[in-house]
């Protein structure tokens, strides 16, 4: 099993920056690839950003690109999104995820093929 704790969401205004972060712990070497997605209320789960523990190969959802970057700390275990600029439509729960599965390939953006989830962190954006 693997677990994940994601962290370092709070309130800030628009255009502000935020980190978030998620350790990873257990059988980390069953994982190749680690998520971030987000759901507000009312919407389905939507991908943001997804990478390698080596962060040799990164993506990121159009809506976020330029603005957000997915990095990884790998003896840490530990992925981040910095989140700058940040807008009022960015508000939601973000979710931390982990494949064992390898980030090539066209499937980072699905939720469903991820194998575990951090409990979630809000990030609201004000005006």
């Known amino acids: 099993q693997v677990q994940l704790v994601d962290s370092g969401g709070g309130l800030v205004q628009a255009g502000d920056s935020l980190r978030l972060s998620c350790a990873a712990s257990?059988?980390?070497?069953?994982?190749?690839?680690m998520g971030w997605f987000r759901q507000a209320p009312g919407k389905e789960r939507e991908f943001v950003a997804a990478?390698?523990?080596?962060?040799?190969?990164?993506y990121s959802a159009d809506s976020v690109k330029g603005r957000f970057t997915i990095s990884t700390d790998n003896a840490k275990k530990t992925v981040y999104l910095q989140m700058n600029s940040l807008k009022l439509e960015d508000t939601a729960v973000y979710y931390c995820?982990?494949?064992?599965?390898?980030?090539?390939?066209?499937?980072?953006?699905?939720?469903?093929?991820?194998?575990?989830w951090g409990q979630g962190t809000q990030v609201t954006v004000s005006s």
């Open positions: 995820a982990a494949a064992r599965r390898s980030v090539i390939g066209n499937w980072w953006y699905r939720h469903v093929e991820y194998d575990y």
């Open positions: 990478t390698n523990w080596s962060a040799r190969d990164t």
């Open positions: 257990g059988r980390t070497f069953s994982i190749y690839t």
